[in-house]
């Protein structure tokens, strides 16, 4: 389309409102426009039907001249055909040119991914054949790694296998190196790998210079100019047992969906093949490698072929969808649950197909789809056309094929989640129950470490639920030995049988040391017969041990006074029946001394009975003023009443 033409000034205006770049060089076009009404027209078509890169290029045929013959095209795709009218008011105005360039765009960008996605398929097929079909290892791993370098525009691709430890991993095959092999590297020189082996999950770097994952190594990453990491698991049974490392830089930055999608495939088949691989050297032989690399290969070149007959045969339902949602097939799985036949359905938008009771979670999946992403797993309650009410686990993933916009691929969890829920209730009853008792609850696992820490627990020990399941030992809230004890009582048949512990004192160790007295339960819990954890309840016994010690204070405060109440009656009764005879020994001692005189031989004993019975007079008083009990020594351990003390006077 020479720059004079008149067509040249409309193409250009037209591009430019389709939102399409125009380029001067024909290696950095994709689409063609080609004027066949312009001198050059025919000539230039000649030209580029002879380029070796024919494929890649899509045209768009300007004019009104008669259909081009095959032979003439040699091979060019035709995207759209603009024909010119008889006069120029016949011509398409400029909305739609551009919308036709557009939709030309568009197709040339279809084509161009599904031819990308046939080499795709096409080296992965060439890969896993030939990880069945080599016995050198090493050759087919770093063969492996060149072929992604050279046909994915890499600077650097290599291949790790993680070390046991997780400190290390060993560089087994590098796309710049074929003699490169058994390199151990540092995992701290290398966080994406680290990463990766953490989680699981592909991490991609598309800035790597300025990620702060790589803030220690970020000099290093600079100065060998890598713009983009991406680091993908190899992944067998959700154990990872290394890493495809790959390295951009340059130009070309990032890695589209289609690539990724197609390394992760990649890298799956890669984790395969070195599963096998292990499995073949050290007990098959290398023939089992053949069998189980052409296994991976077949299973991913039937994921990769048309859907249909696999989703004839999958259990799950599975419906495809146009953008505009609505229905194109559905597969047998999916009219059975929806009570919808695929005959009736088709066309029809999937809110019709599904009735769902809530269509937010439906909508923001296939908006989610419409965008490129992929959403797994999300529960939508529906209602069928028969009126039964479902739960269905829904995943929805993007579909470029065709007219295919999206895939709903999703099973009936009714029951589950009805039980599920059930479960939760239950649990969520037993936990408040737990939480409300008044009495310490504590678990521990057969090693000693706690599971179980409710809130009367935390009362009394003073720790912290948080605290306990951190790291508190079952010997910490005993004092010394009496875990094992405790233990060994549980395990005997003499306190409730084996298993069980009934009622027992015993004391707890709070945080501060104190020992608090309670009152213990405790059991075994076993699972299939064997003892898995413990449980014990304690009763907080410190307020009935308080109140036990008052009352057995007030007892012997009681005793004390019914004894000196006893003493005090005996004393008064005593006091009473002594004074009279003792009153009339004084006074006969007194008139007999007072007829005697001091030298007669009877005075002396006289005054002697006479001192002796005010003595006993003195004794009898103090008998009478008793008001307490108090005792002193006497012969040996005999004790006897402390008449000085036990009366009131000083």
């Known amino acids: 389309m020479p720059p004079g033409a008149p067509s040249h000034a409309r193409a250009a205006a037209a591009l430019e409102r389709a939102g399409l770049r125009q380029v001067e060089s024909l290696e950095a076009a994709g689409l063609v426009l080609l004027d066949l009404e312009a001198a050059e027209g025919l000539p230039a078509l000649a030209a ?5 890169d024919v494929s890649r290029l899509s045209l768009v045929l300007w004019g009104a001249g008669p259909q081009l013959p095959e032979e003439q095209l040699g091979g060019l795709y035709v995207a759209e055909v603009v024909l010119r009218g008889p006069s120029e008011s016949n011509d398409p105005d400029d909305a739609e040119l551009a919308l036709r360039l557009a939709r030309a765009a568009e197709r040339h960008h279809e084509r161009s991914e599904q031819r990308q996605r046939s080499r795709d398929l096409g080296l992965l097929l060439e890969l896993t054949a030939d990880f069945a079909g080599t016995l050198d ?35 087994v095959a590098a796309s710049d190196d074929a003699s490169l092999k058994d390199l151990r590297i540092e995992l701290s020189r290398y966080p994406e790998v680290r990463e990766v082996a953490r989680t699981g999950k592909p991490l991609i770097l598309e800035d790597a210079p300025g990620h702060p994952l790589l803030e220690g190594v970020r000099a290093h990453v600079s100065a060998r100019g890598i713009d983009t990491i991406a680091a993908l698991p190899l992944t067998i049974r959700g154990e990872v047992l290394g890493v495809l490392l790959l390295r951009r830089s340059g130009s070309q930055r990032g890695f589209g969906g289609r690539e990724l999608e197609f390394l992760l495939t990649v890298a799956h088949a890669t984790a395969v093949a070195l599963r096998n691989a292990t499995l073949v050297q050290s007990v098959r032989g290398q023939s089992e490698l053949e069998k189980s690399a052409r296994i991976a290969a077949e299973e991913r070149a039937a994921a990769l072929n048309t859907y249909q007959l696999f989703f004839a045969s999958v259990s799950e339902g599975v419906v495809i969808l146009d953008e505009g949602a609505r229905v194109l097939s559905l597969n047998p799985a999916a009219a059975r649950l929806l009570d919808a036949p695929a005959q009736v359905v088709r066309g029809q938008h999937v809110g019709e197909l599904v009735l769902p009771g809530d269509e937010t979670p439906l909508m923001e999946l296939l908006c989610a789809a419409t965008r490129g992403e992929v959403r797994t797993e999300v529960d939508v309650v529906a209602r069928t056309r028969r009126g039964r009410q479902l739960t269905l686990c829904v995943s929805a ?7 295919a916009a999206a895939v709903l691929s999703f099973r009936d969890v009714t029951l589950a989640r009805q039980l599920a829920d059930e479960l939760r209730k239950t649990k969520d009853f037993l936990q408040r129950l737990i939480d409300s008792s008044v009495d310490a609850i504590i678990a521990a696992d057969l090693q000693g470490n706690v599971i179980l820490f409710n809130p009367g627990a935390e009362a009394i020990c003073g720790w912290t639920a948080a605290e306990a399941l951190a790291g508190i030992h079952v010997n910490q809230l005993y004092p010394p030995g009496v875990a094992k004890q405790v233990m060994a009582m549980l395990r005997s048949e003499e306190h409730g049988g084996v298993g069980r512990l009934v ?35 304690f009763t907080d016994l410190r307020a009935r041990v308080d109140l036990e010690k008052k009352l057995t204070d007030a007892e012997t405060r009681l005793e004390q006074s019914e004894k000196n109440a006893v003493i005090v009656a005996l004393a008064g009764t005593a006091a009473h029946e002594l004074n009279q005879p003792l009153t009339s020994v004084m006074g006969y001692a007194e008139l007999l001394k007072r007829k005697l005189k001091e030298g007669d031989f009877a005075y002396r004993p006289v005054d ?27 012969v040996g351990a005999q ?6 003390k036990a009366s009131d006077e000083d």
């Not at 791993?141 to 290599?158: Q, V």
């Not at 004790?639 to 000085?644: E, K, S």
């Open 608 to 634: 002697i009975i006479y001192r002796e019975a005010e003595r006993m007079a003195d004794i009898v008083r103090k008998i009478g003023k008793i008001t307490r009990y108090e005792t002193k020594a006497y």
């Open 639 to 644: 004790q006897i009443v402390d008449l000085d």
């Open 137 to 171: 290892l090493q050759a087919l791993l770093h063969g492996m790694t060149r072929r992604l370098a050279e046909e994915m525009d890499i600077a650097r691709a290599s291949l790790l296998l993680l070390d046991p430890a997780g400190e290390a991993a060993i560089v």
């Open 397 to 403: 993933s993007p579909l470029h094929d065709g007219n």
């Open 48 to 52: 580029l039907s002879h380029r070796h």
């Open 503 to 537: 009622a027992s004192r015993q004391h707890i160790l709070t945080r501060s040391g104190e020992a608090v007295p309670v009152s213990m339960t405790a059991s075994i819990v076993y699972e299939d017969g064997r003892e898995v954890a413990t449980v014990g309840i």
